[in-house]
Nanobody, 126 residues
Framework: EVHLMESGGGSVEAGGSLRLSCAAS????????MAWFRQAPGREREAVSR???????FYSDSVKGRFTISRDGAKNTVYLQMNSLKPEDTAMYYC????????????????????WGQGTQVTVSS
């Protein structure tokens, strides 16, 4: 059974940083497009960032310039470095893996991903 495991969440003050990690068992992440989504209380889950198998990255406008997605093939891990955190970044963060071809407009759709983690909570206080 495939498992994606997020870690690195926590509570920080506004302006602080966190680095989220997503590791996998029974799955080579290098073969997948990887993405981070988040869901705040009372809101729909939204795409934050994605990295293709070739390393191309996309970011939502709300995090562009503050978050960086990367992957380490040797560790079979994907990261989300989050800097200059804001209270509105507070959410449960999920990593996801997808293998279907995606475009600039489709990469953010949940249906494009087949494997999901359980999430890690990020709380940013003002």
């Amino acid at each position: 059974e495939v498992h994606l495991m997020e870690s690195g969440g926590g509570s920080v003050e506004a302006g602080g940083s966190l680095r989220l990690s997503c590791a996998a068992s029974e799955l080579s992440l290098a073969k997948y497009r990887m993405a981070w989504f988040r869901q705040a209380p009372g809101r729909e889950r939204e795409a934050v960032s994605r990295i293709s198998r070739s390393g191309t990255t996309f970011y939502s406008d709300s995090v562009k310039g503050r978050f960086t997605i990367s992957r380490d093939g040797a560790k079979n891990t994907v990261y989300l470095q989050m800097n200059s955190l804001k209270p509105e970044d507070t959410a449960m963060y999920y990593c996801a893996a997808g293998d279907a071809p995606a475009t600039f407009t489709t990469w953010s759709r949940e249906a494009m991903y087949v494997y999901w983690g359980q999430g890690t909570q990020v709380t940013v206080s003002s």
